[in-house]
């Protein structure tokens, strides 16, 4: 049973790029969140989608965008990318959104973006 | 926004020692819930706390849920070289929009 994918694992981009990165929930999950890790920091929210739709939303600029397929898979697009923008992101998988479901949020081992 | 204050930032401890981290926030919180993150990979779920006041163990961890609401705790007894890595408190309102701490390094002389 394969637990959450995210691809590619390294990434290299120059400021103003556009960048997308992709997440394959655990087997199961219909629930995919978006968060983005900074170095030696705690992972920060982006967006979570459930039924194709966001539904809920960090502190994250319209840059950041995303979309969820219909067989539950998931892609974060960034936009006109800065330098701060590099930081590991993580896919978070789980089934359902009430608050019940914390305990099966399942984390991806993430995407390292470098933004030069 | 909200924020998790997480303590200490780093620790170095002897093997076979018992180990106390804890998480203060400035919001009350519906769930603690406490990670693990090794070099490479993604957080992966140590504790959940639903309940003011709940104690909750897994092996030689174990964590608490402050009547509060807005604090936490967690002892690993017994550290291991293999309990070497951060440790991460998040606190959730609602949903899986989790607000985590920055992290406590935990380095383990063996």
């Known amino acids: 049973d394969a637990g959450v994918t995210q691809s590619p694992t390294h990434l290299i981009k120059t400021r103003g790029q556009q960048v997308t990165l992709r997440c394959s929930p655990k087997s199961g999950h219909d629930t995919v969140s978006w968060y983005q890790q900074a170095l030696g920091q705690g992972p920060q929210f982006i967006f979570q989608y459930y039924e194709e739709e966001e539904r809920q939303r960090g502190n994250f600029p319209d840059r950041f965008s995303g979309h969820q397929f219909p067989n539950y898979s998931s892609e974060l697009n960034v936009n006109a990318l800065l330098l701060g923008d590099s930081a590991l992101y993580l896919c978070?998988?789980?089934?359902?959104?009430?608050?019940?479901?914390?305990?099966?949020?399942?984390f991806g081992s993430g995407t390292q973006l470098s933004v030069l | 926004g909200q924020q998790l204050n997480q303590s200490p930032q780093s620790m170095f401890i002897q093997e076979g020692e018992d180990v106390s981290m804890n998480c203060t926030s400035s919001s009350i919180f519906n769930t603690w819930l406490w990670y693990k993150q090794d070099p490479g990979e993604g957080p992966v779920l140590l504790i959940a706390l639903y309940k003011a006041g709940e104690l909750t163990s897994n092996g030689r961890l174990t964590a608490q849920f402050g009547i509060t609401r807005k604090d936490s705790f967690l002892n690993i007894s017994a550290s291991i070289p293999s309990d070497v890595g951060i440790y991460f408190c998040?606190?959730?309102?609602?949903?899986?929009?989790?607000?985590f701490g920055a992290g406590t390094i935990l380095r383990v002389k063996s």
């Open positions: 998040a606190g959730s309102e609602y949903g899986n929009k989790l607000v």
């Open positions: 978070a998988s789980s089934l359902g959104t009430g608050a019940s479901t914390n305990e099966k949020l399942f």
